[in-house]
């Protein structure tokens, strides 16, 4: 119950300081405002209910609820947030059956759905810590990730980060509670939650790697065949994990590449509309340059947290775990490496973050359920506790109040 009201109370305090912050400024992208004439939203609902929580990727997400994916940026974005805000925009349906689509509406509903989300997450986080931890371990990861970088901003506004971060930890929860017997059922059902979080981030489907590894490394006593034998079993449940992404990708091409003018990439050898509209500055090295120094500063915190976790991890786990993942029907997991999959995913993301991607997305992936094991980092110790909490209570309030003026991070 503590932690419920925790992660209450501080969502109450984050849409509270983005509302406020945004109708006590000026923004500097003025396009949360714009965007409602494209709409036909009544000004005066809209500047109060619905702009302030219209910041960034936000004014596409709207747009698109509005008319449809009309233009071949915004295949960038899963439809799953564009269908909580198309959904949400006919809720005066439910007193009036002819009631229009209303973009106020889309915001507000898709905004409290959000911040259910958002509040929901950090218990969820719990009940998974807690899986391989100890109860104080799990609630003081469960209370740091409440006051996430992005809890303030990304996290309190109708933007996929919540949907996603909600929808990966009832996967994890999943496959980590439950009967020895029911493990099959229980990957189908993780398999499905996964899922539904890929229709709100492209990246969910490095969650297939999840049902991978509880097929077939999780088990403790197998030979090779078997282990052979459960990773070619698994691999339906992987398709049902990443189909939406490869729906949309195949959704694209049949709109964009079978007749009249085709995009470049209609012609590759395999044609992904996400791929080459996501490759502006993508690529090894590519967006290190001086000009990008000030995002890569805004992510360090998230770098260098992730970095100790998982290298504080490794060191106590030792060599024999390299062992372990290489050869499982050899050297059977024990339990010190339930938290493995989870330190890997981090890992693989904050190498494409740092290396190879816009660096300063890790505040928005930073979730919850987007990097849990960053949050099992700091509370196990591998950054002092109060020197987090330090840190992260200013860094959200300030992110929230520049989230609201337009600014970065976002």
């Known amino acids: 119950m503590h932690l419920a009201r925790v992660s209450a109370g501080w969502r109450g305090v984050s849409v509270a300081l983005l509302w406020c912050a945004a109708q006590g400024q000026q923004a500097f992208d003025t396009s949360g405002e714009i965007v409602q004439h494209t709409l036909g939203a009544r000004a005066g609902e809209w500047d109060v209910w619905a702009a302030p929580f219209v910041r960034w990727d936000t004014v596409y997400f709207v747009a698109a609820a509005a008319h449809g994916y009309t233009t071949e940026q915004a295949l960038a974005f899963q439809p799953g947030i564009v269908s909580v805000l198309r959904l949400g925009g006919y809720i005066g349906r439910l007193w009036d059956a002819s009631a229009p689509w209303d973009a106020t509406a889309a915001v507000v509903v898709a905004t409290v759905l959000a911040n259910i989300a958002s509040w929901a997450s950090p218990l969820l986080l719990y009940e998974v810590v807690r899986a391989w931890s100890t109860p104080s371990i799990a609630r003081a990861a469960a209370l740091f990730s409440a006051i996430a970088p992005a809890s303030t901003s990304a996290l309190s506004a109708p933007t996929p980060e919540s949907f996603f971060s909600v929808l990966s930890l009832l996967g994890f929860w999943v496959l980590g509670t439950g009967h020895e017997a029911h493990r099959t059922a229980r990957r189908a059902l993780a398999a499905m939650c996964f899922a539904a979080a890929t229709c709100f981030r492209a990246n969910g489907i490095l969650l297939a790697g999840y049902l991978v590894w509880h097929a077939a490394w999780a088990p403790k006593t197998q030979s090779l065949g078997r282990f052979a034998v459960r990773l ?133 992936l930073c979730t919850p359920g987007g990097m849990p094991f960053v949050w099992y980092g700091l509370a196990h110790g591998s950054v002092h506790r109060r020197t987090a909490l330090r840190y992260l209570v200013p860094y959200a309030l300030v992110a929230g109040l520049l989230y609201a003026g337009f600014y970065p991070p976002a």
């Open 232 to 364: 070619l079993g698994v691999l339906p449940l992987v398709f049902v994990s990443i189909s939406p992404w490869v729906l949309t990708q195949a959704w694209a091409y049949s709109r964009l590449c079978t007749q009249g003018a085709i995009s470049p990439w209609c012609t590759w050898r395999v044609p992904l509309a996400y791929n080459y509209i996501q490759s502006t500055d993508v690529g090894l090295f590519r967006y290190w340059t001086l000009a990008q120094v000030p995002n890569f500063v805004l992510a360090a915190p998230v770098l260098l947290a992730g970095g100790i976790a998982c290298a504080t991890y490794g060191r106590r786990v030792g060599l024999p775990l390299l062992d372990a993942v290489l050869c499982p029907w050899r050297a059977p997991l024990g339990h010190e490496t339930v938290p493995l999959p989870f330190m890997l995913h981090t890992l693989a993301l904050l190498l494409v973050l740092l290396f190879a991607s816009h660096v300063q997305i890790a505040l928005r």
